[in-house]
């Protein structure tokens, strides 16, 4: 189901910006559900992550929470995650459209440069942004390397990324599903709810109830 309250992109511009959250948007994992599996901590991690997804606590203290249970972990983790992870239906066709249009994709994510960035190089993605995980004697600390990737960063990393290309930040797309992806709709020219949590339902300009990102095209033109 879609829901358009407004439609704000000129896609006859040679100049615009698509920015996606990864988790449960680009792809349909929670990347650290994923690696908490391996750990035997899913259970604690997917009930902080689903409340932080829902505006109910930071979003940096909750990963920090969630990223200790990992500690001991072999970086081998990784390549075992890797194959787990599902890209979301029309993803890959949202990323060519926008790009034969003359067009930028980017992922912003509170998830990890370790599982990001293979599937960033092959979906082509312009641009990319994630956290990184402490790795020491071949084992994960349990720690985030570096100032996490949260609400504001995200909409800072729009904000860059328009800049880098020119654009004007009314020709910019953000979508996402979680309360952290709000402070980025908010600077974006058009805000996609994308199967989200109630909160964002209610404060992103269009909503789209569909697991299928290639529906999200039509919203700004395409």
């Known amino acids: ?30 990347a ?38 990992l500690e001991g972990l072999p970086e081998s983790v990784f390549d075992t ?20 249009h003359g ?44 100032e996490i990737v949260d609400a504001q960063t995200k909409a800072d990393t729009l904000i860059e990324w328009a800049n880098l290309t020119n654009t004007p930040l009314a020709q910019t797309v953000a979508i996402g599903d979680g309360a952290n992806d709000l402070t980025m709709m908010g600077v974006a020219g058009l805000g996609i709810a994308f199967c989200a949590k109630p909160i964002v339902q209610e404060q992103a300009d269009v909503a789209l109830n569909e697991r299928d990102l290639s529906k999200a095209l039509e919203m700004f033109g395409l």
Request: hydrophobic share 45%; glycine share 8%; net charge negative.
């Open 103 to 146: 067009g930028h994709v980017g992922v912003v994510s509170g998830g990890f440069h370790e599982l990001l960035d293979p599937l960033a190089t092959s979906l082509g993605l312009d641009f990319w942004k994630a956290n990184r995980l402490e790795i020491s004697d071949g084992k994960l600390t349990g720690k985030v390397l570096g």
């Open 81 to 100: 995650v890797r194959s787990q992870i599902t890209v979301t239906a029309g993803a890959q066709a949202l990323i060519e459209k926008v790009k034969a």
């Open 32 to 69: 650290i559900e994923l690696i908490a599996a391996e750990a035997g901590s899913l259970e604690l991690v997917a009930a902080v992550t689903e409340r932080a997804m829902r505006g109910e606590l930071d979003f940096a203290e909750s990963l920090r929470e969630r990223v200790a249970t």
């Open 1 to 30: 189901m879609t829901e358009s309250r407004n439609v704000l992109i000129n896609t006859d511009s040679q100049r615009f910006l698509v920015v996606l959250d990864v988790d449960s948007t680009l792809i349909e994992n929670e």
